[in-house]
Protein backbone atom coordinates (compact mmCIF):
# COMPACT_ATOMS: atom_id res chain seq x y z
CA UNK A 1 0.00 0.00 0.00
CA UNK A 2 1.35 3.23 -0.62
CA UNK A 3 2.89 5.38 2.01
CA UNK A 4 3.06 9.12 2.74
CA UNK A 5 6.41 10.43 3.98
CA UNK A 6 7.03 13.32 6.33
CA UNK A 7 9.49 15.65 7.15
CA UNK A 8 10.57 18.85 8.72
CA UNK A 9 10.63 17.44 12.09
CA UNK A 10 13.49 17.91 14.94
CA UNK A 11 14.68 19.66 17.66
CA UNK A 12 13.88 23.01 18.68
CA UNK A 13 14.30 25.61 21.66
CA UNK A 14 10.21 26.54 23.06
CA UNK A 15 9.37 29.19 21.75
CA UNK A 16 10.60 28.31 17.99
CA UNK A 17 9.24 27.23 14.99
CA UNK A 18 9.48 24.31 12.42
CA UNK A 19 7.44 23.18 9.33
CA UNK A 20 6.47 19.90 8.20
CA UNK A 21 5.72 18.08 5.02
CA UNK A 22 4.15 15.19 3.40
CA UNK A 23 4.62 14.17 0.51
CA UNK A 24 1.91 11.45 -1.08
CA UNK A 25 2.87 9.45 -4.31
CA UNK A 26 1.82 10.59 -7.34
CA UNK A 27 -0.55 7.18 -7.51
CA UNK A 28 -2.83 8.64 -5.23
CA UNK A 29 -5.34 11.15 -6.50
CA UNK A 30 -8.84 12.47 -5.94
CA UNK A 31 -7.33 13.26 -2.73
CA UNK A 32 -10.41 14.62 -0.49
CA UNK A 33 -8.73 15.71 2.73
CA UNK A 34 -5.49 15.21 4.76
CA UNK A 35 -4.94 16.40 8.18
CA UNK A 36 -2.13 15.74 11.03
CA UNK A 37 -2.04 13.95 13.86
CA UNK A 38 0.52 13.60 16.67
CA UNK A 39 1.39 11.08 19.28
CA UNK A 40 2.99 12.06 22.98
CA UNK A 41 5.02 9.25 24.78
CA UNK A 42 2.33 7.31 26.57
CA UNK A 43 -0.34 9.23 25.13
CA UNK A 44 -3.18 8.44 22.51
CA UNK A 45 -2.70 9.62 18.80
CA UNK A 46 -4.45 12.96 18.49
CA UNK A 47 -5.86 15.08 15.64
CA UNK A 48 -3.76 18.54 15.01
CA UNK A 49 -5.14 19.86 12.33
CA UNK A 50 -7.60 19.16 8.93
CA UNK A 51 -8.09 20.48 5.75
CA UNK A 52 -10.26 19.66 3.29
CA UNK A 53 -10.50 19.31 -0.36
CA UNK A 54 -11.97 23.05 -0.98
CA UNK A 55 -9.33 24.86 1.61
CA UNK A 56 -11.36 25.05 4.17
CA UNK A 57 -8.99 24.08 7.73
CA UNK A 58 -9.96 23.10 11.24
CA UNK A 59 -7.40 22.81 14.05
CA UNK A 60 -7.85 21.50 17.80
CA UNK A 61 -7.96 24.17 20.56
CA UNK A 62 -4.43 23.17 21.80
CA UNK A 63 -2.71 24.31 18.53
CA UNK A 64 -5.17 27.16 16.85
CA UNK A 65 -3.72 30.55 16.55
CA UNK A 66 0.01 28.86 16.25
CA UNK A 67 0.13 26.49 13.28
CA UNK A 68 -0.93 26.30 10.03
CA UNK A 69 -2.06 23.78 7.40
CA UNK A 70 -1.93 23.71 4.03
CA UNK A 71 -1.68 21.90 0.67
CA UNK A 72 0.14 22.11 -2.43
CA UNK A 73 -2.78 19.96 -4.74
CA UNK A 74 -0.12 20.01 -7.85
CA UNK A 75 2.55 18.31 -5.62
CA UNK A 76 0.55 16.09 -3.42
CA UNK A 77 1.82 17.76 -0.10
CA UNK A 78 0.37 18.81 2.68
CA UNK A 79 1.91 21.33 5.00
CA UNK A 80 1.90 21.93 9.09
CA UNK A 81 3.56 25.71 9.97
CA UNK A 82 4.22 25.35 13.44
CA UNK A 83 4.71 28.11 15.91
CA UNK A 84 5.37 29.35 19.62
CA UNK A 85 6.06 25.38 20.09
CA UNK A 86 5.88 24.38 23.47
CA UNK A 87 7.50 21.33 25.14
CA UNK A 88 4.16 19.99 25.33
CA UNK A 89 4.24 19.73 21.37
CA UNK A 90 6.70 17.24 21.86
CA UNK A 91 5.51 14.13 19.66
CA UNK A 92 5.43 12.21 16.35
CA UNK A 93 3.40 14.02 13.86
CA UNK A 94 1.93 12.10 11.48
CA UNK A 95 -0.02 12.66 8.60
CA UNK A 96 -3.51 11.23 7.19
CA UNK A 97 -4.85 11.47 3.41
CA UNK A 98 -8.08 10.58 2.26
CA UNK A 99 -8.86 9.65 -1.48
CA UNK A 100 -11.83 7.64 -3.57
CA UNK A 101 -12.80 5.72 0.14
CA UNK A 102 -9.20 4.81 1.24
CA UNK A 103 -7.22 6.56 3.78
CA UNK A 104 -3.54 6.68 4.07
CA UNK A 105 -0.81 7.13 6.68
CA UNK A 106 2.97 8.08 7.20
CA UNK A 107 5.32 6.72 9.32
CA UNK A 108 5.69 9.80 10.99
CA UNK A 109 8.53 12.66 12.48
CA UNK A 110 9.52 13.14 15.70
CA UNK A 111 8.79 17.30 16.90
CA UNK A 112 11.05 17.75 20.39
CA UNK A 113 10.82 21.17 22.17
CA UNK A 114 12.65 21.98 25.07
CA UNK A 115 11.98 24.20 27.57
Known amino acids: QEQLVESGGGLVQAGGSLRLSCSAP????????MAWYRQAPGRQREWVAH???????SYADSVKGRFTVSGDNAKNTLYLQMNGLKPEDTAVYYC?????????WGQGTQVTVSS
Open 96 to 104: KLWARGRNY
Open 51 to 57: INGDGST
Open 26 to 33: GSIFSVSA
